[in-house]
Structure formats: structure tokens, C-alpha cells
């Protein structure tokens, strides 16, 4: 009789590649899951929940993702200061305008599992206002988001 075993993956014996994602015209929470499940590895048939074998992934345009609905004007981040009273609020518009790629970075960020795990698995997102970027060396393979499913793009 044959003993059946299951194989385990590891970050040294897994292939990591790097993703190129364009954020224009996308709607967030859409591009958000899709890019939680390439950094946490889901997308690999060697998945291991317990191992951060996921892939790394650059957004650039961060600025020029959309937002359905009126979450724009209605949807708000909240932060505590730590004083008696001293909870902050900042509009998703507010933020796109100062910083849009902590817009990406949070809807992410609520998708991974929060711990050292997660924590390890949100340093493999690099998020790039404007069309640049500075992984030119690595090669990344360009992912289209916006062809998987007609709702992951938004025109207007």
C-alpha cells in the first residue's frame, strides 16, 4: 500500500513573479480583491494558507481608480488620536485628492488576514501614483483587470 502525502509549499521553493496592474478606470473594491488574492498567493495551485507564497504586484494610476455609487461623497476613513474625543475623519474624495494610494492600500489592507502574515504579504504591493513606476528591472507581467469582467471597469 502507497502512503498518499501532501505536498507543502515554502517562500524558498515557491516561484515568485511580479504583476503590473493599470488602475485608470477600475473600481476599487473590484481591483482590490483581485490584487488580495495575488499577493496572498490564492490565484497558485500550490497555495499553503499558512506560508506567504503570493506575488508581488505594482499599481500605477493609483489616482484615477473609481468608485461606485456615491461613495465619494458618503464614504469616510476613520482614525482615533488617542485623546478623550479624538476620533478624525477624512472623505474618500479628500484622500484621493492628498494621497490616492492610500485609497488602494486600505481597501487591500482590509482584505488581508491582519497579523505577521498579512503584514508580510501587504510588502509584496507597490502602489504608484501616476504612470510610472520604479520595477522596470524585475519584469512584471501586465495583468488587464478591466477584460475579466465588463463590471471592473468604469468609464465615466
Not at 54 to 69: C, F, I, Q, R, S
Request: aromatic share 6%; proline share 4%; hydrophobic share 35%.
Amino acid at each position: 500500500m502507497t502512503m498518499k502525502t501532501t505536498k507543502t509549499i515554502n517562500p524558498a521553493n515557491s516561484d515568485i513573479k511580479w504583476y503590473l496592474i493599470d488602475a485608470e478606470n477600475l473600481v476599487l473594491g473590484r481591483l482590490a480583491s483581485q490584487i488580495a488574492t495575488i499577493i496572498r498567493g490564492k490565484h497558485k495551485a500550490c497555495y499553503t494558507p499558512t506560508q506567504d507564497c503570493g506575488d508581488y504586484v505594482v499599481v500605477v494610476n493609483a489616482e484615477k481608480v473609481k468608485l461606485t455609487g456615491r461613495k465619494m461623497e458618503q464614504k469616510m476613513y476613520y482614525h482615533h488620536t488617542g485623546y478623550i474625543g479624538g476620533i478624525k475623519g477624512v472623505s474618500v474624495a479628500k484622500q484621493l485628492e492628498d494621497h490616492p494610494e492610500r485609497v488602494l492600500m486600505k481597501a487591500v489592507e482590509r482584505m488581508i488576514s491582519r497579523g505577521k502574515l498579512g503584514r508580510q504579504q501587504m510588502n509584496k504591493l507597490r502602489i504608484f501614483v501616476g504612470p510610472e513606476h520604479t520595477h522596470q528591472a524585475q519584469n512584471p507581467i501586465t495583468l488587464d483587470i478591466g477584460s475579466k469582467n465588463p463590471k471592473n471597469k468604469r468609464s465615466a
